[in-house]
């Protein structure tokens, strides 16, 4: 199992915080940090349930990461194992995580998909989110998988969806003339656009659009 303790920046000030696996004990508050880092138009359906989460512990406990401030719950990560063919990338998040229920989850894949990030929004300016997406990496490395992977939601593109289709875009958000919240986030963590996916979930705000984006394991061979 996976604890990492480490400090974080508030301004000056050392924040201590801790990523950990998640139990079940811990699902009332998770369902509660969904609830407030994803408020509508964001579909109120895709928020966890128990369900969910029962599963995403009992199939792949190595996915399921939260992390604390000074004991306080602040998000969590979620993802499973899968196979993944470069050449056929469409997929839609339904598909790929089984509505997040992952009972589709194969432990003999080699690519680390990303279900769920999740960060409390007064907890966004410590980078807790950075954290989460480092110890995936690190779990890449360990079991010698080939990548992590993940549909990036692309939630500001709903302002210029008149004008630009969603593959430029994303080439806009990449070449740094315009910032959206995830994938610019996504791309400061490290992650790299593999090709858009039309239709890969219900988001008004994206446009039901994501950005497939990776990061592959440099000592995989």
């Known amino acids: 199992m996976y604890r990492k303790t480490q400090y974080v920046f508030d301004g000056d000030t050392p924040v201590a915080v801790e990523i950990r696996n998640y139990t079940k004990a811990d699902f009332p508050e998770l369902i509660a940090i969904q609830k407030e880092s994803f408020p509508p138009p964001f579909p109120s359906e895709l928020w966890w349930n128990d369900e969910q989460l029962a599963n995403h512990v009992d199939l792949y406990p190595q996915g399921a990461l939260c992390i604390e401030v000074e004991g306080e719950m602040a998000g969590s990560m979620t993802a499973l194992l ?127 659009y994501a950005l497939l984006m990776e990061w592959k394991n440099p000592f995989h061979q």
């Open 82 to 208: 899968t196979d993944f063919d470069p050449a056929h990338p469409v997929h839609t998040w339904q598909e790929i995580t089984d509505d997040g229920y992952i009972r589709n989850h194969n432990s003999d894949g080699a690519t680390l998909y990303v279900v769920d990030i999740c960060i409390l929004p007064k907890f966004r300016s410590l980078k807790l989110g950075q954290l989460l997406m480092q110890s995936m990496y690190e779990r890449v490395v360990h079991d010698g998988l080939e990548r992590l992977l993940g549909g990036g939601r692309m939630p500001g593109y709903h302002k210029f969806s008149n004008t630009l289709s969603a593959e430029l875009y994303a080439q806009q958000v990449i070449a740094g003339k315009i910032k959206d919240p995830v994938i610019s986030f996504l791309l400061r963590c490290g992650r790299t656009p593999v090709s858009v996916v039309a239709n890969y979930v219900e988001d008004q705000e994206s446009r039901n």
